[in-house]
Every structure is written in C-alpha cells, then in structure tokens.
C-alpha cells in the first residue's frame, strides 16, 4: 500500500466522525427550519416566495457557516483549540497590555459562554420533539403521546452518560452519514417533480424577496436563523478533530445534502400548499414516514449527545480559568482523556430540558424560544475574532474590519430580528444564561475577595522559615505537600500543624496550582521549583484548560530536581476554608452569600486535584470577605 492511501485512511476516519459529532445539529434543522418559516402565514404561496425563502436559506447557511465559521473563524484556533472559551482565551491574551479592553472581552467571552447553556437546553428539546412530532403524520392520534416519547427519549440518553458515550461513539458518523444521505435522496426526489426550484441558488431571488418585503423580511430571520443550528460546533469541536475534516464534511456532504433538502421541501410546498404543517415528513411516501420517524429520532439524540459532551467539555474548561466551582468529574475512559462526566452539569441540563419540553409542548412553540441566545453568541465570536486577527495576527485595521464588520452586521440582523421573540420565548435561553452567568462572575469575583483578604493576612514565607529555623521544631520522616493559592505566603495549613503538631517533616512542597489561559501545558513545563533550604521547596504546577489536573503526577518531576518523593510516605495538608460574608465594599449581601454557598458545595480539593484519600489532611480556617 502506497503512504498516501495509507495517509487517507485516517483522514477518511475523521471525515467521518466529524459528520457524525460536529454536525448533528445543523443536520436536523431541516426538522424544522422551512415549517417555520411558512407558519402562521407570515409569507403567502407564491413562486417568488418560494424561490426567495430558499434563496435566504442558502445564503445564510453560506455566509455564517461556509465563510464565517469555516473559512474565518477556524483559522484562530488556540494552539489546534477551537470554541468560545479557546477564542476567549486567545483575544484576552492578545490584549494583555490593555487591562481595560481585556476586562471587557473577558466578561462578554464568559456571557457568551453562559449563553451556550441556554441554548443546549433548547437545541435537543426542539430536536427531538420534531423528530417524534413525526408520528403525527402517520396518524393525529399519536399526538397526545409526542410528549411523554419525548421525555422518554431524552431521560434514556442522559441515564446513559454515566456509562461514557465511547461504546456508542464510533456509530454516530455512520448513522449520521446515512440520515445526510436520506435527506438529500427525498430532497431530489421532490426537485425532480420541479426542477427550476434549484434557480433559487441565485442571490437576487434573495434580495428581490428581501426588497420587496422588508419588514416580512426582518420578521422571518428569526425562524430563517434556524438553518443555522449548530454552527457554532464546527469551532467548538476543532480539536477535536482538526480544520481538515471539518472542512471537507461541509463541503463535500452536509452542505449539498441541506441544500438538496430545503429545495426539495421548496418543491413540494410549490405542489402541495397544504404540506406546510410538517413538510419534511411530507415529502416521502407513508410507507417510509415511520422508518424516517426512527432515522430522524436517532439523529437527533446523536447530535444531543453531542451537545452534551460539549457542555461536560466547556464546564471543565471554565472552572479551569476559575469561573466555577469545583465540581465532580468522573472519567469514563481510561485511554481517552477528554470523556468526561459531570453529574451535576447532566442532571442539570436535563430538569432545564424536560421543562422546556412541559412548557412549549411542540417543536413550534420551541421555534420562538431559540435563537436570541445562538445569535447573540455569534455575534461575541465575531467580536472577538476582530481582536485575534488585529491585536494577535497583526493584520491591518482596515482589513480586519472589512472581514469581520460584514460578518457583524449579518449577525446583527438575525440578533434584531430574534428580539422580537423575546416574549414569545426568547427569554428562557436568556434566564438560564444570566443564571449561569451570575454565578460565574459571583464565584470569580468571590474569589478575588477572598485572595485579597488571604494577602491582607498574609506571611512571607522565606521569612517565616528563617525564623522557623532559628530554633526548629521536631522533624519527622516523610514529605508534607502544603497547598497554597500565591506562591511565597505562608499556608494557613502549615501554621495549625505547627501550632497543633508541633513538628515538620523531612521534606517541604509549598505547592501552587495555576491554571493558564492556553489549552494544553506540555510535561516539560508543567513544574516549577524553587529551593528555599532546610529541604523545603517552593513548587508552581501549571495546567492548561484542557489538561488533566493530577497533582501527584505532576510531582513527579520534583524527582529530577533534587527531592525524593515516596508515595508511601507523602502526606497532603489543605486549608479548608469557610467563608464568613460580611458587610462591608465587597459584593451585594446577596452574592456574597451566594459565594459562600457556592464555595460550601464546591467538591472537595482533594478530589478536583487526583490525590490519594489516605494521604490527605484537611486543617479549617474562616476567612471574611
């Protein structure tokens, strides 16, 4: 076999798996996309319409998908990284020296990031439901029974995440390819019957349509944004599988068989006026509606899943960058890093999912809640893609502004238009956002509160030991790793085992975590020490967002410098702290309490760090903020 096909093999494999997890979304939109448009009459029958829906179709899908997301924003990958909190971290980095901008991209990156929950809650909600809302064209009587197969539906695939989705994994890009597949045959089948439907692809059906009705125009970008579900995973999941496959999936197989689609959905309306109730599951012939029902159900649960891999991934990253608290993260593969499982994030996202499902009971009333918060995520990347190309490329101002105003004002467009859904349901993605965005600032800034009360109280640490030395205190065998959040300060564990214990051990580790805002910290850097004599050692342990945080793994290293740690004999001392809110120029009485609480639930450090359980001794202090 020659090295080339040998080379294809691989990149054959990720094509495939990228049509399976990154677009699983927007592949399911043709569910949906073209009912609602066509609902409530806000657009009469005519061809010109016809041809001027599907024309805004796939134009939008070309401008934000093949040459925003595809062409632009998968250039900025933050060291092969991709997504909002990668973008986030890369603008604020490129920013550094303006401590003012970089405050404010940092706190519409982390908006943003808030916001992907609210739409991960709406996206597999409407999903789904318009998938079994199939059921209703074989028969009405199946209508009281969408709901409830919904819910059933949704409980199995959030029950199985405990098990790690590894074992069902490598069939979504097969699955996946088969439904591509599928839409695109109904959807020539249709264009057949009328074939002029494909002169649509000209812009100026568009445009005239655009033209000659602005304001029904402005209204339907709100339904016509949902061609677009899902774009925002072709970034999120770049490193994942590289802008390569990406690419080359869009290209050569989602885009063609969305397009053929909403055509031949545009072919049968112009046939059958009376189609516009469920027109995708009226393109087939009966005999083949159940089996769609079972094809589109399983699509849509694989680009769920999808979504909530993505949402484990994000969690992990923000609380990494110290937005979050601790949570417990269980690992469901021993040769994949990145599969991860976050009971609270999962059972979370699935009472936010079965409410919505409750509350809008059908995939239309769904249509009005989704796409504030999508667009307005796309409009923060666009954002922060004019700072990564500026401030990090170095690009011309002229140039980036160019690329990216364009991209803005298209954004801006479907934003505005979803305002006008914001009653209507717009504002249950936005609740749950500013909920989690609130606890994200909350933490963060409780956070700064009690660092800044620590350094008030603070003792150097250099100091401290030569004092401490002038008369020792009893030393006893083994190595002590205390925990501290500045490098320098004296923790408050090594203070109570002195007052307590009265004794030192053999050896020191004044240990540092600190996470960085870069995906990945490689091995040979990833400790830092610093002698301080008498055998104790100041040590800095870096990690990226993405790394796995294994504290004694990473000490390790020390070996190499000059400490000789036995796992046997090592011992963890950490400061459990207990924060007292006060009155005072801190937060609002509110949000301190809501910190404390926070930090109260937070998992333990023990935990969040990989350390043995046998090894660890936890010593508490109050701190008041």
Known sequence: MSSSSTKSVPSAALILAAIGVVYGDIGTSVLYATKEVFSHDRVMFTVDNVYGILSMFFWTLTIIVSLKYVVLVLRADNEGEGGLVAMLALASRAVADRPRLRHVLLVMGIFGTSLFYGDGVITPAIS????????????????????????????????????????????????????????????????????????????????????????????????????????????????????????????????????????????????????????????????????????????????????????????????????????????????????????????????????????????????????????????????????????????????????????FVVDFAFWASNLLKLFEGGWFPLLIGGVVFTLMITWKEGRRLMHDAQRNDAIDLRAFLDSVFVNPPARVEGTAVFLTADPGIVPNALLHNLKHNKVLHEQNLFVTVKNHEVPWIPMDKRIEMEPLGHHCWQVKVNYGFKNDIDLPSALEGARLRGCQLDNMTTSYFLSRDVVIPTLGSGMAPWREKLFAQMHHNASGVAHFLSLPNNAVVELGSKIEI
């Open 128 to 407: 789904v439901l318009s998938a079994v809302e199939g059921l209703e064209v074989v028969s009405p009587h199946f209508t009281e029974y969408v709901v409830p197969i919904t819910l059933v539906v949704l409980f199995c695939l959030f029950a199985v995440q405990k098990h790690g989705t590894s074992g069902i994994g490598k069939f979504f890009g097969p699955i996946t390819l088969v439904w591509f597949i599928s839409i695109a045959v109904l959807g020539v089948l249709q264009i057949v019957t009328h074939p002029e439907i494909l002169w649509a692809l000209s812009p100026h059906y568009a445009l005239r349509f655009i033209w000659e009705n602005p304001g029904t125009s402005f209204l339907i970008l709100g339904a016509t944004v949902l061609c677009v579900t899902g774009a925002e995973a072709l970034y999120a999941d770049l490193g994942h599988f590289g802008k390569g496959p990406i690419r080359i999936a869009w290209f050569s197989i989602v885009m063609p068989a969305l397009t053929l689609n909403y055509f031949g959905q545009g072919a049968l309306l112009l046939r059958d006026p009376a189609a516009v109730k469920n027109p995708f599951y009226m393109m087939m012939p009966e005999w083949a509606v159940m089996p769609m029902v079972v094809m589109a159900t399983m699509a849509t649960v694989i680009a769920s899943q999808a979504l909530i891999t993505g949402a484990f991934s994000v969690t992990r990253q923000v609380i990494q960058l110290g937005f979050l608290p601790r949570l417990n993260i269980e690992h469901t593969s021993v040769r994949s890093t990145g599969q991860i499982y976050i009971p609270f994030v999962n059972w979370g996202l699935f009472a936010a999912i079965v409410l919505a499902v409750v509350m809008f009971r059908s995939s239309s009333n769904l249509a009005a809640a989704y796409g504030i918060a999508v667009t307005t995520d796309m409009m923060i990347t666009t954002v922060l893609t004019f700072f990564v190309i500026r401030y990090a490329w170095k690009l011309p101002l002229f140039l980036c502004v160019v690329a990216t105003s364009a991209f």
